[in-house]
Each structure stands twice: as structure tokens, then as C-alpha cells.
């Protein structure tokens, strides 16, 4: 077992990564969200299960037929993206996993340094 101590990651940190990997797993699972969490596409859009976060409290958000769904939020930084950083937030249902909607911000350029 690798500690995670040797490697300067905290605790919080590797809990945080192991719910993003357990969500990105039961996307994968759903049949509608299964390509776009696949890890050449991930790659190629630049981004990495260490830049992602999921936001503690869940939202209510409309889909497209107009119904609003209870969905985690998960936030994924872009760090290396052509026109700069960038925040891309998806919003997955919570009973079917399925992406129902997605939003690209750009950061600002204090955020980019930090």
C-alpha cells in the first residue's frame, strides 16, 4: 500500500480524489455519458481526475426537456487549455448518472496564478 503521507498529498485531498474517481466509474456505467468521461477523451480535452473537485452540497438544474433534476456538481480546472484556464462544470443527475448539462468559464487572470 503506497502512503499517501510519502508522496505530500493529505488525507482530504486522496478522499477527494477517490469520490471523483467512484462518480467518473457509475458515468461510465450509464450508456449516455459512457464516452465522455473515457480517459483519451479526457486527455485530449486536458483534463485530470487531480484537477477535479465535486462540490459538497448538490443542485437543482433544468435539463433540456425543461425538468428540474437533483445533480452533483463536478468541477473540473483545464489548466492547459489554448485560450487560457478554464473552469468546465458538469452537472450529473444523481439516480442515472447522466450529464445533463455543462458549463466552461473562463478564470480570470488573478485565478490563473494562483
Not at 477517490?18 to 473515457?38: E, P, Q, Y
Not at 439516480?95 to 485565478?111: G, M, V, Y
Request: charged share 30%.
Amino acid at each position: 500500500m503506497i502512503n499517501s503521507k510519502e508522496f505530500g498529498y493529505n488525507k482530504e485531498y486522496m478522499q477527494n480524489v477517490a469520490i471523483v474517481k467512484k462518480l467518473i466509474a457509475n458515468c461510465r456505467k450509464s450508456n449516455k455519458t459512457k464516452a465522455m468521461f473515457d480517459g483519451v477523451t479526457m486527455k485530449a480535452r486536458g483534463e485530470y481526475v487531480t484537477n477535479m473537485r465535486v462540490l459538497k452540497e448538490s443542485r437543482r438544474v433544468r435539463d433540456r426537456s425543461g425538468r428540474k433534476r437533483d445533480c452533483w456538481v463536478l468541477v473540473s480546472y483545464r489548466k492547459k487549455a489554448v485560450n487560457g484556464n478554464t473552469r468546465v462544470d458538469y452537472y450529473i443527475t444523481r439516480n442515472d448518472f447522466e450529464c445533463i448539462r455543462t458549463l466552461a468559464r473562463q478564470l480570470s487572470p488573478a485565478a490563473k496564478t494562483a
